[in-house]
């Protein structure tokens, strides 16, 4: 009889367990770091950054988006927590080694060849040495396949670093400009 209870206890326990499920699981860590940022889903769909950069040194065109959160960010404010970045760099259509460019005087774009991430959150980015910080700003990258790409992010960190005063955004100045034009 003892033995029964207790196995009718111990499955009472254990279906209750079960119930609870496991513990949740995210594939976005809690402070992710360089390479650890996600593509944020549907950014295409978001509010636009800056449209159809032109670099012909690259031989690129780029497309820039930023989440609803950055797009609330005043002009001559640093970006809030919970700020993402997406930039698609497209190849430009060339003829052998020349550029091609449109009826508007444009490059042409070509295949998405990779997409560039950054985010910010409270405490992010903090253990890179103190001239590779960026504030609290991590990096990512991606191929045009979603799959995320291992780049070195002490590149994309010292080039971006410089830029303090405009959060590390190095078109900060034109996407206001442009924005308030809108
Ligand atoms: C040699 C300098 C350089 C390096 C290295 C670099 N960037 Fe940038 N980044 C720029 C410039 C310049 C822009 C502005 C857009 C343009 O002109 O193409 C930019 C723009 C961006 C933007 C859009 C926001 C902004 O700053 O305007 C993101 C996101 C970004 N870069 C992520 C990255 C990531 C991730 C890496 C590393 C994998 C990286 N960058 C490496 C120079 C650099």
């Known amino acids: 009889m003892r033995t029964q209870w207790a196995l009718a206890l ?8 079960a119930e609870m499920g496991p513990a949740p699981t995210s594939s976005a860590p ?10 944020p889903a549907g950014y295409q769909n978001g509010p636009k950054f800056l ?8 031989k690129q065109v780029r497309e820039l988006f930023i989440n609803p ?15 993402v970045m997406v930039m698609e760099l497209y190849k430009a259509k060339t003829t052998g080694e020349t550029l091609e460019t449109g009826a508007d005087g444009k490059l042409v774009k070509d295949d998405l060849a990779k997409i560039l991430v950054m985010g910010k959150g409270e405490g ?14 991590v990096f990512a990258a991606y191929g045009p396949d979603g799959k ?9 960190r010292a080039c971006h670093a410089p830029l303090a005063q ?3 955004v190095h078109r900060y100045d034109e996407y206001f400009e442009k924005r308030m034009a809108r």
């Open 10 to 17: 111990c499955a009472i326990m254990v279906w209750g367990c």
């Open 30 to 39: 809690v402070k992710p770091r360089d390479g650890e940022l996600p593509l």
């Open 124 to 137: 992010w980015g903090q253990e890179v040495p103190d001239n590779l910080k960026n504030g609290q700003w």
């Open 166 to 168: 405009k959060d590390f």
């Open 69 to 83: 959160v950055g797009a609330k960010t005043n002009p001559g404010q640093p970006f809030p927590n919970g700020t």
């Open 148 to 156: 995320a790409l291992a780049e070195d992010f002490t590149k994309c």
């Open 51 to 58: 449209s159809e950069i032109q670099r012909p040194d690259a």
